[in-house]
């Protein structure tokens, strides 16, 4: 987040304060842009924000030539009061065309090197047309991203957004969660900035730019610390023993498609693993409303085997129940009977994509308790409390969200040398060559 530069933009949200919008939840919309804005370099001759607010009428709560330091934006939206009447979506679009990105209102529309952004939230049917003025908008270079919340009409949302529309259009079951999506637009507005060309790094040895950030790695012969950033001589290490566990959900909210990026995104790493009876053992767990083994540790012996056993894993869908799979994955997974080893390091990896349906205090203490490393990882309306619950200590270095399963790639990079459990990193071959294949794995993944 520090570290990425956004590009100058002329961004307006867009937000339904119609009848249906409680109170409470128009206050969790007003979080929502308040998180955006506190991610973006905000200023006249940077990126400049305004706030149309409509129902029956539109009213513009706060103009692109208003104040523009990040304070003053924070506490104009705090101040935005819910209009609660009607759905006018059309008209408030029109609005921004004719009125929100006007040169007479603070917008740059004649530069090309600044981009505009319409943000529309909205959890209903317009009683107006949006298909047209949507058109307009775009035809106008507006770049509009729809946003809808519980009942919204999603036909509605496909006719308003952008091309690409899956990267355009999002949906939310209730405002208590549209907050997640603060990570998206984060990335959204996050541009290409070569940190290490301009030196604004920290590293001991080499620096590899990343869109909008940078990673630290070392020459041959070296090994990254758990810093990040600096290096330590290796020593000819032969590879660490480790028995890790994916537990996935497999519930029916993930959804199909994004079952199958979840299965690519195991075999990546399975890929940049030292597979063997000494060194690196991998079991795979899916869940649902019940818990399935799809393999125990030490089953496969080749990466070749692991990763078709996990392309073929099938889809559950059907419940979450996390506790149950947590419990499986203490009880069963890690016991000798099931194929791990006596004082090897034990490491699971949770995914889910949702709010367990079971407890899971007692199960995930006992993890912990038990000695397992345990790394959470959240995807769209997961439960951050869950997954702070589930992961080990240093919580914050254990427990990954992404809004997206489309970004959810990113989080190998944060997991490359946390899954490393040897004092001497070097002895942890595995994650170090992880550290420089894994790169073109995530490009190719967000294709």
């Known amino acids: 987040g520090t570290l990425c530069r956004t590009k100058p933009t002329d961004l307006v949200f867009i937000i339904d304060s119609s009848r249906s919008v409680r109170p409470h939840e128009f206050e969790k919309i007003k979080v929502f842009v308040s998180r955006v804005i506190e991610a973006l370099d905000v200023g006249p001759n940077a990126t400049r924000v305004g706030v149309i607010n409509y129902a029956s009428a539109v009213r513009s709560e706060l103009s692109l030539q208003g104040p523009q330091s990040k304070a003053a934006l924070l506490q104009a939206v705090r101040r935005i009061q819910p ?7 059309g008209l408030a679009i029109q609005f921004a065309i004719s009125r929100a990105f006007s040169a007479a209102e603070g917008a740059r529309g ?7 952004v319409a943000i529309v939230v909205t959890d209903g049917r317009p009683q107006d047309g949006v298909q047209d003025v949507s058109a307009r908008a775009r035809a106008a270079g507006i770049e509009i991203f729809a946003i809808g919340v519980g009942r919204v009409d999603m036909g509605t949302l496909r006719q308003m957004a952008s091309e ?22 984060q990335e959204a507005f996050c541009v290409v900035s070569d940190l290490c060309a301009t030196g604004d790094h920290d590293c001991e040895q080499v620096c590899v730019s990343t869109p909008g950030a940078y990673r630290c790695a070392c020459r041959d012969g070296f090994s990254l610390n758990s810093d990040g950033k600096t290096c330590t001589a290796c020593s000819g290490g032969l590879g660490s023993a480790l028995d890790l566990v994916f537990l996935i959900d497999g519930s029916k909210s993930v959804r199909p498609e994004n079952f199958e990026l979840v299965k690519k995104f195991i075999n990546q790493i399975v890929d940049s693993l030292e597979v063997s009876d000494k060194q690196a053992q991998v079991g795979l767990v899916q869940y649902s409303s019940s818990v399935r083994q799809e393999f125990p540790l030490g089953q496969f012996k080749s990466k070749k085997d692991i990763k078709a056993a996990v392309k073929k894993m099938s889809y559950m869908e059907k419940g979450t129940m996390t506790g149950q799979a947590l419990k499986y994955l203490v ?20 995914f889910t994509d949702g709010r367990s349906q079971d407890y899971i205090s007692d199960a995930a203490k006992k993890a912990k308790d038990s000695g397992f490393r345990m790394f959470a990882v ?7 409390d869950e997954l702070r619950e ?7 270095e254990h427990y990954f969200y992404t809004a997206d399963f489309r970004t959810i790639s990113k989080i190998g990079k944060k997991l490359q ?31």
Request: aromatic share 6%.
């Open 164 to 185: 690409p529309l899956d990267e355009h259009v999002d949906y939310v079951e209730s405002y208590s969660v549209i907050e997640k999506l603060t990570h998206k637009f």
């Open 331 to 350: 009880d069963s997974s890690f016991a000798v009977i099931n194929g791990a080893r006596p004082g090897v390091p034990k490491v699971g990896i949770v």
């Open 390 to 396: 589930i992961a080990s200590e240093p919580v914050a």
């Open 110 to 116: 004649s530069a090309p090197n600044f981009k505009k």
């Open 417 to 447: 040398m946390k899954i490393c459990v040897e004092e001497d990193p070097c002895e942890c071959k595995s994650i170090v060559k992880f550290q420089t294949k894994v790169e073109e794995l995530i490009n190719s993944l967000q294709q």
């Open 83 to 89: 209009l609660s009447t009607g759905t006018m979506t």
């Open 378 to 384: 959240g995807v769209g309306n997961a439960v951050e």
